[in-house]
């Protein structure tokens, strides 16, 4: 081999074990902050599943959030019973519209805001960690009459949205509360 291979071979080696402490520090500095991977089990160490409790007797099926809590905590693996030692209670869901804007021309309504307010309770082996908890979020939407199933449509895809990012939210609460059961 002569000497400009065996420069360029020692200068890569150089580089990529570079790279590597780069990404290793990083690695170091987001774990250390409390960040998880998305796939990383909201739970903490010792505790195996979780169950996720919802109840509305006025209601068949149940809401796009609770699937999708559920959806996720399965895809982790971490899904429990209702005897896991894990317990996510969904009190309450509830969904409103409100009329942002009208029409200047005819009056009808123009823009709606949706707003999803979730309440929720986190126990571990019966101990709560988390009581009362609540999250909110807005979105607004434009509305137009002479669309109207094209709005019903625009409106359902929205609140399905809204749901997901609340069940983010809600897993993220949960890891913050075991990250403080953990020290």
């Known amino acids: 081999m002569n000497d400009n291979n065996t420069r360029t071979m020692r200068s890569h080696n150089r580089m990529c074990g570079g790279v590597l402490a780069l990404l290793a520090g990083v690695g170091m500095l987001l774990g250390g902050c409390g960040f998880h991977l998305q796939g990383a089990s909201p739970l903490p160490d010792g505790i195996e599943s979780m169950y996720v409790s919802y109840n509305d007797d006025y209601r068949v099926g149940d809401p796009p959030l609770v699937e999708t809590l559920r959806q996720r905590l399965r895809e982790r693996?971490?899904?429990?019973?209702?005897?896991?030692?894990?317990?996510?209670?969904?009190?309450?869901?509830?969904?409103?519209?409100?009329?942002?804007?009208?029409?200047p021309v005819d009056g009808r309504v123009a823009e709606y805001e949706l707003t999803t307010e979730v309440s929720f309770d986190y126990d571990v082996k019966g101990a709560s960690q988390l009581q009362n908890e609540t999250l909110k979020i807005s979105?607004?939407?434009?509305?137009?009459?002479?669309?109207?199933?094209?709005?019903?449509?625009?409106q359902s895809e929205l609140l399905t949205s809204m749901h997901e990012e609340l069940a983010h939210l809600i897993l993220l609460r949960v890891a913050t509360a075991n990250d403080r059961l953990e020290r």
């Not at 434009?142 to 669309?147: A, G, K, Q, R, Y």
């Open 77 to 103: 693996g971490v899904l429990g019973e209702v005897d896991a030692p894990a317990r996510l209670d969904i009190d309450e869901i509830d969904n409103r519209q409100r009329i942002v804007s009208v029409s």
């Open 139 to 154: 979105r607004n939407y434009s509305f137009d009459n002479t669309e109207r199933l094209g709005a019903e449509q625009e």
